[in-house]
Protein backbone atom coordinates (compact mmCIF):
# COMPACT_ATOMS: atom_id res chain seq x y z
CA UNK A 1 0.00 0.00 0.00
CA UNK A 2 0.84 3.57 -0.45
CA UNK A 3 2.35 5.86 2.16
CA UNK A 4 3.40 9.52 2.57
CA UNK A 5 5.60 11.12 4.77
CA UNK A 6 5.96 14.48 5.98
CA UNK A 7 8.48 16.32 8.19
CA UNK A 8 9.28 18.01 10.20
CA UNK A 9 5.92 17.39 12.05
CA UNK A 10 6.44 20.99 13.83
CA UNK A 11 8.76 24.17 12.91
CA UNK A 12 9.16 27.26 14.35
CA UNK A 13 11.86 29.75 12.67
CA UNK A 14 12.79 33.08 12.96
CA UNK A 15 12.36 35.38 9.73
CA UNK A 16 14.79 35.74 7.40
CA UNK A 17 15.79 32.20 7.99
CA UNK A 18 16.08 29.44 5.38
CA UNK A 19 13.57 26.61 5.01
CA UNK A 20 13.52 22.89 3.89
CA UNK A 21 10.55 20.61 4.00
CA UNK A 22 10.69 17.41 2.89
CA UNK A 23 8.03 14.80 1.48
CA UNK A 24 8.39 11.02 0.13
CA UNK A 25 5.58 8.48 -0.96
CA UNK A 26 6.07 4.85 -0.76
CA UNK A 27 4.32 1.88 -2.52
CA UNK A 28 4.12 4.29 -6.00
CA UNK A 29 6.03 4.59 -9.13
CA UNK A 30 5.95 8.34 -10.76
CA UNK A 31 3.45 9.93 -8.88
CA UNK A 32 2.12 13.51 -9.29
CA UNK A 33 3.20 15.17 -6.17
CA UNK A 34 1.79 18.26 -4.86
CA UNK A 35 2.51 21.17 -2.49
CA UNK A 36 -0.50 23.00 -0.48
CA UNK A 37 -0.42 25.82 1.94
CA UNK A 38 -2.75 26.01 4.61
CA UNK A 39 -3.57 29.22 6.42
CA UNK A 40 -5.25 28.70 10.11
CA UNK A 41 -8.62 28.70 9.28
CA UNK A 42 -8.62 29.17 5.84
CA UNK A 43 -8.37 26.76 2.74
CA UNK A 44 -6.18 24.86 0.37
CA UNK A 45 -3.79 26.87 -1.03
CA UNK A 46 -1.76 25.34 -4.29
CA UNK A 47 1.46 26.19 -4.44
CA UNK A 48 3.40 23.57 -6.69
CA UNK A 49 3.20 19.97 -8.29
CA UNK A 50 5.08 18.04 -10.20
CA UNK A 51 5.24 15.21 -12.75
CA UNK A 52 8.31 14.13 -12.53
CA UNK A 53 11.51 14.47 -11.44
CA UNK A 54 13.11 17.76 -12.24
CA UNK A 55 9.81 18.99 -13.44
CA UNK A 56 8.14 21.71 -10.79
CA UNK A 57 5.25 24.25 -12.10
CA UNK A 58 4.02 27.15 -10.05
CA UNK A 59 1.05 28.39 -8.91
CA UNK A 60 1.77 31.32 -7.03
CA UNK A 61 4.63 33.79 -6.87
CA UNK A 62 6.32 34.21 -3.46
CA UNK A 63 9.61 33.44 -1.88
CA UNK A 64 8.95 29.70 -2.00
CA UNK A 65 10.63 26.98 -4.22
CA UNK A 66 10.21 23.60 -4.83
CA UNK A 67 12.50 21.14 -5.71
CA UNK A 68 12.22 16.88 -6.87
CA UNK A 69 15.50 15.52 -6.87
CA UNK A 70 14.31 11.81 -6.99
CA UNK A 71 10.93 9.97 -7.81
CA UNK A 72 9.24 9.50 -4.68
CA UNK A 73 10.70 12.97 -3.01
CA UNK A 74 9.41 16.33 -3.32
CA UNK A 75 11.12 19.72 -1.39
CA UNK A 76 9.65 22.97 -0.50
CA UNK A 77 12.22 25.64 0.12
CA UNK A 78 13.05 28.81 1.49
CA UNK A 79 15.75 31.24 1.56
CA UNK A 80 14.41 34.03 3.49
CA UNK A 81 10.97 33.35 5.59
CA UNK A 82 8.82 36.09 5.67
CA UNK A 83 5.99 36.19 8.71
CA UNK A 84 3.12 35.04 5.86
CA UNK A 85 4.85 31.72 5.46
CA UNK A 86 3.29 30.54 8.56
CA UNK A 87 0.88 27.71 8.10
CA UNK A 88 0.04 24.14 7.79
CA UNK A 89 2.04 22.79 4.84
CA UNK A 90 0.64 19.62 3.19
CA UNK A 91 2.24 17.60 0.22
CA UNK A 92 -0.37 15.15 -1.74
CA UNK A 93 0.34 12.80 -4.27
CA UNK A 94 -1.67 10.87 -6.58
CA UNK A 95 -0.65 8.20 -9.53
CA UNK A 96 -0.86 9.36 -13.01
CA UNK A 97 -4.08 9.06 -14.94
CA UNK A 98 -5.84 8.66 -11.43
CA UNK A 99 -8.34 10.78 -9.85
CA UNK A 100 -7.86 10.65 -6.39
CA UNK A 101 -5.64 12.57 -4.18
CA UNK A 102 -4.08 11.44 -1.15
CA UNK A 103 -2.59 14.24 1.39
CA UNK A 104 0.25 14.02 3.61
CA UNK A 105 -0.05 14.74 7.74
CA UNK A 106 1.69 18.14 6.74
CA UNK A 107 4.02 20.21 8.43
CA UNK A 108 2.99 22.93 10.75
CA UNK A 109 5.29 25.74 10.59
CA UNK A 110 5.28 29.11 12.66
CA UNK A 111 8.09 32.23 11.60
CA UNK A 112 8.38 34.14 14.28
CA UNK B 1 -11.47 29.49 -10.14
CA UNK B 2 -12.05 28.66 -6.82
CA UNK B 3 -15.21 27.15 -5.74
CA UNK B 4 -17.45 28.49 -3.83
CA UNK B 5 -19.38 26.32 -0.49
CA UNK B 6 -22.04 26.90 1.77
CA UNK B 7 -22.94 27.41 4.43
CA UNK B 8 -19.52 28.75 5.95
CA UNK B 9 -20.86 26.87 9.19
CA UNK B 10 -22.97 24.81 10.87
CA UNK B 11 -24.11 23.28 14.02
CA UNK B 12 -25.92 19.86 14.34
CA UNK B 13 -27.10 18.13 17.04
CA UNK B 14 -26.43 14.11 17.06
CA UNK B 15 -28.95 12.38 14.48
CA UNK B 16 -29.79 15.48 12.59
CA UNK B 17 -29.41 16.08 8.95
CA UNK B 18 -26.93 18.24 6.73
CA UNK B 19 -26.24 19.56 3.60
CA UNK B 20 -22.97 20.97 2.01
CA UNK B 21 -23.16 22.62 -1.14
CA UNK B 22 -20.02 23.45 -3.67
CA UNK B 23 -20.30 25.34 -6.79
CA UNK B 24 -18.31 26.29 -10.02
CA UNK B 25 -18.14 28.99 -12.67
CA UNK B 26 -16.68 26.81 -14.80
CA UNK B 27 -17.42 23.80 -16.32
CA UNK B 28 -16.35 20.73 -14.08
CA UNK B 29 -14.75 17.14 -14.65
CA UNK B 30 -14.57 16.28 -11.48
CA UNK B 31 -15.28 17.07 -7.53
CA UNK B 32 -13.32 15.75 -4.62
CA UNK B 33 -14.81 16.17 -1.11
CA UNK B 34 -12.26 15.98 2.24
CA UNK B 35 -13.11 15.86 5.95
CA UNK B 36 -10.12 17.75 7.78
CA UNK B 37 -10.13 17.66 11.63
CA UNK B 38 -8.41 20.03 13.65
CA UNK B 39 -4.22 19.89 13.25
CA UNK B 40 -5.15 17.12 10.84
CA UNK B 41 -4.56 16.11 7.10
CA UNK B 42 -7.58 15.77 4.97
CA UNK B 43 -8.78 12.58 4.54
CA UNK B 44 -10.35 11.76 1.15
CA UNK B 45 -13.99 11.09 1.46
CA UNK B 46 -15.41 10.29 -2.55
CA UNK B 47 -15.07 11.30 -5.79
CA UNK B 48 -17.43 12.31 -8.62
CA UNK B 49 -16.67 11.90 -11.94
CA UNK B 50 -20.33 12.45 -13.86
CA UNK B 51 -22.82 14.74 -13.92
CA UNK B 52 -25.54 13.19 -11.84
CA UNK B 53 -23.43 10.92 -10.21
CA UNK B 54 -24.39 9.89 -6.64
CA UNK B 55 -21.80 8.02 -4.19
CA UNK B 56 -22.18 7.00 -0.55
CA UNK B 57 -20.05 6.69 2.59
CA UNK B 58 -21.15 5.24 5.40
CA UNK B 59 -23.98 7.88 6.12
CA UNK B 60 -22.34 10.70 3.99
CA UNK B 61 -23.44 10.31 -0.08
CA UNK B 62 -22.67 13.28 -2.39
CA UNK B 63 -24.39 14.38 -5.84
CA UNK B 64 -23.12 16.38 -8.91
CA UNK B 65 -24.99 18.50 -10.96
CA UNK B 66 -23.13 18.66 -14.25
CA UNK B 67 -24.82 21.25 -16.08
CA UNK B 68 -25.36 23.60 -12.51
CA UNK B 69 -21.70 22.40 -12.02
CA UNK B 70 -22.77 22.04 -8.34
CA UNK B 71 -22.25 18.87 -6.47
CA UNK B 72 -23.71 18.63 -2.75
CA UNK B 73 -22.66 16.70 0.29
CA UNK B 74 -25.33 14.97 2.39
CA UNK B 75 -24.89 13.85 5.60
CA UNK B 76 -27.74 11.82 7.29
CA UNK B 77 -28.17 10.94 10.91
CA UNK B 78 -24.84 12.50 11.91
CA UNK B 79 -22.69 11.45 14.54
CA UNK B 80 -20.24 13.21 16.41
CA UNK B 81 -17.16 11.71 14.34
CA UNK B 82 -18.85 13.96 11.63
CA UNK B 83 -17.19 17.29 13.37
CA UNK B 84 -14.60 19.07 11.19
CA UNK B 85 -14.17 20.90 8.14
CA UNK B 86 -15.61 19.74 4.84
CA UNK B 87 -13.74 20.54 1.69
CA UNK B 88 -14.54 20.43 -2.10
CA UNK B 89 -12.29 19.97 -4.60
CA UNK B 90 -13.04 20.90 -8.60
CA UNK B 91 -11.06 19.88 -11.50
CA UNK B 92 -11.86 20.49 -15.00
CA UNK B 93 -9.83 18.00 -16.88
CA UNK B 94 -8.26 14.57 -15.98
CA UNK B 95 -4.73 14.93 -15.38
CA UNK B 96 -4.93 18.79 -15.51
CA UNK B 97 -3.31 19.04 -12.24
CA UNK B 98 -5.33 22.18 -11.55
CA UNK B 99 -7.59 21.10 -8.94
CA UNK B 100 -8.85 24.26 -6.55
CA UNK B 101 -10.05 23.71 -3.39
CA UNK B 102 -13.22 25.73 -1.34
CA UNK B 103 -12.88 27.93 1.41
CA UNK B 104 -14.22 24.63 3.68
CA UNK B 105 -17.36 24.27 5.71
CA UNK B 106 -16.64 23.68 9.38
CA UNK B 107 -19.34 21.23 10.71
CA UNK B 108 -19.50 20.75 14.48
CA UNK B 109 -21.88 18.04 15.68
CA UNK B 110 -22.86 18.13 19.47
CA UNK B 111 -24.67 15.42 22.17
Known amino acids: SQTIHQWPATLVQPVGSPLSLECTVEGTSNPNLYWYRQAAGRGLQLLFYSVGIGQISSEVPQNLSASRPQDRQFILSSKKLLLSDSGFYLC???????????FGPGTRLTVL | QQPVQSPQAVILREGEDAVINCSSS?????VHWYRQKHGEAPVFLMI?????EQKGHEKISASFNEKKQQSSLYLTASQLSYSGTYFCGTERRLNNNDMRFGAGTRLTVKP
Open chain 1, 92 to 102: AWRSPGTDTQY
Open chain 2, 26 to 30: KALYS
Open chain 2, 48 to 52: LLKGG
